[in-house]
Every structure is written in C-alpha cells, then in structure tokens.
C-alpha cells in the first residue's frame, strides 16, 4: 500500500529517485539543494537504494560522472542549484548532445553577486538552449511523480535526451506537505529497472561517441535531437496518463490549466507561482473578474499546440515569473509566449517580472497583477517590473 | 617489427592504420602499445586533446576499442561514472581508461583527476605529455618545460620549470604511478602490464614528442623519447604502494644532446641550459633519494 508521509521537496525528489531505481549518482551538495545529497547517501549506506553514490569534487564533475555513467549502462541522478547549475553547464549540454537519459533535480535559487539562496528561475532558464527536457513542479508531490515520470520520457528511444525537474528553492525545497508514496512495486511496472539501450560503451560493440564531426554532417546531428525533444511533447502527455492510471495522479501534461474554459484572462506562470495563481484566480472570480490560471509544467519542449488552443481567445495574458534575461524584452516565459502566439492571436500578452532572489509572491500580488493589466488594456512597455522599490 | 613481437605483444590493432597522427605523432606511437596491452575489453574516455583529432572525423574511427569523447576538463569524472556504472552492473573485466593530453591533465583537468584519485575509483588513467597545448597549435601548458618556445611564450621562451604531476598524484596515495618513456618499451609495457593487475587508480604519464610542436625532424621521435630518459630528462620511475623505485638508471648524458635535437630549446643560452640540466640532475638525484630511503608516500 502506497504510505502518506510529510515531507520536504528536497526528500520528495530523493525519495522519487529511490523509487526510479536510479544506480549512480554522483552529487556535491549546494543550498538548498543539500539535504537531497544527504538523503540519497543515507539511502545508499542503509541499503535501501541500490546505487554506487559518488562524492564529486565539483558539479562540472557530478554531470561529466554522471556522462560516463549513462554511457556505461546505469541510470544516473545527480542535484544541483543556481552557481552549481552554472558550473556544470557544459556538461549539461554535453549530456544531451551524448543522447544520455540523466535525470536531474535542480532547486531553483538566484545568482550572485550577491549571494542569495532564495528562489528565482534564471539558473534553470539558462540552461534552456540545452537539449534537457525541462519539468517545473508546484509542490512536493509533484516532484515525486515527476522524477519517475521524466525517465519514463527520457529512456525513451523516440526521445533519449537528459530531463531536469526544477523545484522552487525553500518553498518547495524546505517546505514539509504531505506526500503519497507510491509502492515500489507499482513504479517498477511502470518505469521497470534499467535496461542500458542507446549509446552504450561496449566492448562487444566497440563505437567511438562524440567525435569530431564536420559542417557536413553537425547540422543533422542538431536536427535529430530536436526532433527528438519535440516527440516527448506527446510522449509526455501519454505517459502522465498512464501514470494516472497506476497512481491516480495527475499534474497536467505539458501545462496545467485551472478555470481556464470560461476565464477572460488567464494568469501564466511557472513552479509554485501556479499555484497562488490558482487562489489568486479563485479570489478575482469572487470580485466579478473571470480569472483562470495556466501554469506552464514543461518548458522544454516548449508547449506550442495546447498553448495556442488555450489561450487565443482570451482578453488578456498575464505571465508572471521569477526571471528576467537582462538586457533582453522580458522573462524567458513570457518572451517566448509573445514568439510563439505572434501572427496567431491578437491577444494583449502583459509580462511582469517580480519575486527574484526569492522576494515573497502571493495570490494576493497575482491578483493585483490582474487588475493593474486590466486598467492598462494593452501592454506598453515589454515587460514591468512587480513590487520593485524603486523607480 | 620483430622487436615488438619479442615484447609480446598481441599482432592485434587496436589503432587502425588511416588514423591522422602527424608524421612521427609520439601520442600514436604510445597509444598504439597500451592498447596492445591493455586489449579489447578497454573502454577510452578522451577529452579535447590531439586524440580528439586523430581516431578520425565522423564518420570515420580509427579506434577499434569503444571510445567516449568528454569536455576538457572532466575525464577523471567521467571515467568515474563509467567505471562505477560497470560495477553496478557486475562487469568487472573491463579496463576504464582515460587517456589524456598534458593540458587536459595537469592544467584544466587536474581537479576531476585529483578528486577520481582521492576517492579511490577503479580507473586507469594515462595522460600523455606532449609538453604543451599541440591540439590548439603549441600553447604553453604547466607540463612545458623551461626554456621552451611555444606560441604563447614565443619570445623568451617559458619561464617556470613544469609541474610534476606523477609525484602529486603519488601525493593522493594511490595503489600505482609510473612514468614512462616510448625510448624505453620494455619498460613501458611492463609497467602498463603492472597497471592492468591493480584494482584501484592507477596513474601513467607517458613522454610523448611532437615533431611539429617540438620543432623535431618526425625521424627522431624514439631517439629523443630515449635521449630524454639518458640525460635525466625524463626519469623513468613507479610509485607503488607509496614506494618509489626508479626503473632505469642511465649513465647521464648531457642534456645538449636531448635538446639540441629540438628547435623548441634552440633559443636557450648556455647559462640557461646550466641551470636546466642543474634543475634536471637535482630533480633526478631527489627521485634516487626517496628510493634509496625506502620512505613511503
């Protein structure tokens, strides 16, 4: 029987790692990333968790042993956040170029100077070029399922691309919710024990990865991952119903979408701002204002499809995020919403920015965001600064 | 040809012919011998180094063992993750090997080698030192020796004598270290046979001219590799268990006659070439020392 216990994000992702049966797992602690690390050595050294864990010098090293370890047979985990990210970046794109089904947990946190280990999405944002498939989780539950889920698309043959799940830093990292623990029984008939396919290191079958490959033949190479990455859109949505199927959990496919049908404008955020966009939602239809909330699960493969059919008809969008790409037009999100709707829809897009390095965000600053969007009617500006104190 | 059969070495190729080594490449040379050793069941990780070059651009290989290709800096992560991936799975009669130039070993990889060391993973790693950045056209590395041209010391020549990085890593108590020289094979197989027996990490760093960054005529290759163990150059040396033994103990040449071969060292004035070969002969007297003591890293 499934158990219900109260648990942290961070124990969430390393219980789901214990779960998908993971068997290497090279890791090097960061805040507030740590207490996974700490968990899944304890898993290790009780024997609960069958796995080789190494303690790595460096993230740049926790990424490149967790290359070596895919392309030697074994499903790899690792954990990171904000400058760890940042260090291991190339391995990060070097793991999806490797075609390597590495899962990856990052807790979100803001960059420095100066320090700040609170939540902001930029370390993961910068990562979005990648080839990761990259899931945002709203709590503890979510990061569970996802964990288990994201190897499922990511040992895919059609897809065989590296996935992170990105958890909201202290929200969701610190936090105890209750959680359900699925039986370990259950998710080995849905994500059964490893099986080494693909790029594999084999004496037997001796081929040479990622050698030197000329203008004649790179570009293919680029094309053939994005294809790939493209076909877990729909593999995702697959999955996660059969996930339901077994665990009766469903936490949206590719974006999450709540009151969304007869909404008038629709709030679009990521991680556990979709989750105050929901009450924020709930608190404006109150007031008269038909709110509703789509919260973006998946950011890479960017959801195309299901956001335009969503959203085209609606009023107004209102994307709220925790990230700004300095000197650019806006938040990761909401720029590339305005991309991807251009020539589509009409439809105001308002983009604010608000919440880095972890300032406080609630339902109650959401709605506030409705009703200032509403009086603008159209945008102005590319994007606006939210509870900024100054300027 | 003959010679080699008398080392016993498998006829076997694991360096097929076709690869793009320069006339001469000592790095070919090595690697073709450790391969023939080490045989088929090894796994090669290789960072960005003048091997990244020569087993042949995509589509073609000229490697016959299974061949992974890493980021600069992490081979001694990589070659981690691979080797505990196959212990997981109870494979235990593959050799794990990282084969790397002398920038991706003592410069910008160091850090992932020291922390695979520290940690006592079961790996093999081979860093052959061609004494500068050849891939990326002859930049100083912290393996260059002093008086060296290079492109990037192209005036002076460098400045610092090289950073010793088997004795560092003897440093990290770890079950084997050699050196090794192409100049002197039966020493090399040897110690590499030794390296194959040891569970543990092992470290070998293997000589290796480059005609075209050491400014040599491709014909010289073994010569120097042996002249630089004759003039003290290039001790050769193991460390195991802590325990230095120098394995081969030549009547001392001068040191002109290494690197007067060289057009890397053709700038050097006399007085530089005194206070290398001084250099030369104290850091091998220093090696016979710690020998002869029987002192244990």
Known sequence: MAKWEMMTGNKAAAVGAKLARVQVIPAYPITPQTTIVEYLSKFVEQGELKAEFIRVESEHSAMAACIGAAAGGARAFTATSSHGLLLMTEMVFWAAGARLPIGMAVVNRALAPPWNIHVEHTDSHSQRDSGFIQFYAKDNQEVLDTIILMYKVAEDERVLLPAMICLDGFILSHTYMPVEIPDQEDVDLFLPPYEPKGFLLDPEEPLTYGSLTLPEHYMEMRYDIQRSIESARDLILKYSKEYEEIFGRYHGGLLELYKVEDADYLLISMGTLGEEAKVAADTLRREGIKAGAVRVRVFRPFPTETFVNTVSEKKALIVVERHLSLGGIGGALGTELKALLYGKTDVPIFNYVTGLGGRDTTYIDLAKIVKHSIKTGRPKDNYMWYNLKMG | ?297
């Not at chain 2, 050793?37 to 042949?56: D, N, Y």
């Not at chain 2, 990490?201 to 073994?222: F, M, Q």
């Not at chain 2, 004035?269 to 091998?284: A, H, P």
């Open chain 2, 1 to 297: 040809m003959s010679a080699v059969r008398n080392l016993g070495l498998t006829k076997e190729r694991f360096l097929l012919p076709g690869h793009s080594a320069c006339h001469g490449c000592g790095l070919a040379i090595n690697l073709k011998i450790v391969l023939k050793v080490l045989g088929k069941r090894t796994i090669l990780v290789i960072p960005a180094c003048c091997s990244s070059v020569i087993q042949g651009p995509y589509p073609k290989v000229a490697f016959k063992v299974p061949t992974m290709n890493i980021a600069f800096a992490s081979t001694g992560a990589a070659i981690s993750g691979v080797s505990r991936a196959l212990k997981i799975r109870g494979i235990e009669d593959v050799f794990v090997v990282g084969w790397a130039g002398d920038g991706g070993t003592v410069d910008i990889g160091i850090q992932a080698l020291s922390g695979a060391a520290e940690r006592g993973e079961n790996i093999l790693y081979i860093c052959y030192d061609n004494q500068a950045y050849m891939n990326t056209g002859i930049q100083r590395s912290g393996s260059t020796p002093y008086g060296a041209w290079t492109t990037t010391t192209p005036i002076v020549g460098k400045k610092q004598f090289p950073k010793d990085l088997p004795l560092i890593m003897a440093a990290h108590r770890i079950p084997y270290v050699a050196t090794a020289s192409l100049g002197y094979l039966a020493d090399m197989i040897r110690k590499l046979r030794k390296a194959k027996e040891i569970k543990g990490p092992r470290y070998i760093h293997l000589l290796s001219p480059c005609p075209v960054g050491w400014r040599h005529d491709s014909a010289h290759t073994v010569r120097i590799a042996k002249l630089a163990v004759d003039t003290w150059a290039w001790p050769l040396y193991e460390v195991e268990n802590g325990r230095v033994k120098v394995t081969v103990k030549p009547k001392r040449k001068p040191l002109k006659e290494y690197i007067s071969l060289q057009g890397r060292f053709k700038r050097l004035t006399d007085g530089e070439i005194k206070l290398m070969e001084e250099e030369v002969i104290r850091r091998y007297e220093m090696l016979l020392k710690m020998e002869k003591s029987g002192i244990e890293f």
